[in-house]
C-alpha cells in the first residue's frame, strides 16, 4: 500500500473544488453549489427519501437546505476534512472525504450534528472538475 | 460556476501558511503568528472590541490569547478547515475559511466552542504570502 | 519567520498519505494503516502504555482499535486537520497537525471526544513517504 499518487495540478483542482463547495451551499448560493455537480449529477444520501438529480434538483435541495436553517434560526456549516484523491486520471477522478454537520443557534455554542463520509466520483468537464455522484454514509446509521 | 484555478505552487504556498498560522498561536508563539499577517496586518472580529492592527498589537493579542487559556487551565486550539483561495494573482490573494475554537481542560473532553469564517487579503511580500486583513465572523451572530 | 516553502510534489505527496491514512484504521484496513508507518516504524502515544512499534505490532493495535469501537457499537474517526509540513528535504521531512476522535453511538449524535496534536518525522522511501516515528500530544494530558 502507497497513497495514490496524483500530479499537484490534478490535487490542487481538486482541493479548490472542494475548498469552495461548502461555503457555496452554507451561503446560501444554492445554483452554484448545484453547478460543483455535472449537469446529471446525483446526490445519494441516507438523510433523504431518494437521490436528488440534475442540477434543477440539486438547486431546489440547497434551496430546502437554506431556508430550513433559517427556520430554526441556526447557521449551519458543512466542515470538510480528511481529502483523499484515491484515483485520478485525465477524465475521471474518485474522492473520499469527511463531512461534519456543525449548527450553531444565534447566541448559544457550536454542535456537532453529525459525522458523515462521502464518497464522490469526480469528471473533468473540460472547465474543471465536476462531481458526477456523491454517495454520503452517516455514522449514526453504519451499515 | 467553476472553481477557481490556481498556480500548485501559489496554493501550496497558502496551505502552508494555513497550516503553521493556528500552530503558531496556540503554542505559545505570540510573535510568530504576529509575523503571519504584514507589518500593518489588520484582524477584525466581533470578539474584541476594536480591530488589532500592526505586529506589536497582534503580539499583545496572541499573548492574552494565551494568558487567558492558561489562567481558564485550558488548552485552546484553532481548528482550520474548509481552505478556498478565491482569487489569486501574482501580489494579491482572497482567502476563505472555516475556522473552529476547541478548548480541552485538563482531563476533560474537548469541546467546539465557537464555529467561525474568516475572509483573509494576502499579499505576497517577497518572502511569501501574508495576510493583510482578516475578517472574522461568528456563526452564533448571525449578520 | 515565513511559512516553511515546500515543492508542491511534496506537498501533495505528504496531503495523499494524510488523506489516506485516517480512512484505513477508520474502515478496518489495519495492516494498509499500518504500511503507511516504515516497516520499523513507532507510535508513541500517552493513550497507550508503551510506544507501538514496526509493522506487526502496528497492525495489531489498529485491529484492536476497530475491535474496540464495534465492540462498543460506535463508529470511530480520525479527524485531521491543520497539515503543516515544517521541513522537507529529499529523504526527510517533519510533519505537524491536529488530529480529533470523534465517535458516534448507532442512532445517536457524534460527539468530539479527544483533540491531539501528532508531530511524526517521515522518510521517503522510493515508493512514497512514510512515518518513521509519531508522536501523539492529548490536549487534555497538557505538560
Redesign the interface.
Known amino acids: 500500500?502507497?497513497?495514490?499518487?496524483?500530479?499537484?495540478?490534478t490535487?490542487?483542482?481538486v482541493?479548490?473544488?472542494y475548498?469552495?463547495q461548502?461555503?457555496?451551499i452554507d451561503e446560501g448560493h444554492a445554483?452554484?453549489w448545484a453547478?460543483?455537480f455535472t449537469t446529471d449529477g446525483e446526490f445519494v444520501s441516507p438523510s433523504y427519501p431518494a437521490p436528488v438529480t440534475g442540477t434543477d434538483a440539486l438547486t431546489a435541495f440547497a434551496e430546502r437546505f437554506a431556508a430550513d436553517a433559517r427556520a430554526r434560526g441556526e447557521?449551519t456549516?458543512?466542515?470538510?476534512?480528511?481529502?483523499?484523491?484515491?484515483s485520478a486520471g485525465e477524465r475521471h477522478a474518485t474522492v473520499?472525504a469527511?463531512l461534519?454537520i456543525?449548527t450553531?443557534?444565534?447566541?448559544?455554542?457550536?454542535?456537532?450534528?453529525?459525522?458523515t463520509?462521502i464518497t464522490d466520483d469526480l469528471v473533468q468537464c473540460g472547465?474543471?472538475?465536476r462531481i458526477r455522484r456523491r454517495v454520503v454514509r452517516r455514522?449514526?446509521?453504519?451499515q
Open positions: 500500500m502507497s497513497p495514490s499518487v496524483v500530479a499537484p495540478e490535487l490542487a483542482a482541493q479548490q473544488l475548498g469552495e461548502s461555503h457555496l445554483r452554484d453547478l460543483t447557521v456549516r458543512h466542515v470538510l476534512t480528511n481529502l483523499f484523491v484515491r473520499q469527511y461534519q456543525v450553531t443557534p444565534r447566541g448559544e455554542p457550536s454542535r456537532l450534528v453529525r459525522q463520509t472547465d474543471g472538475w455514522d449514526d446509521q453504519p
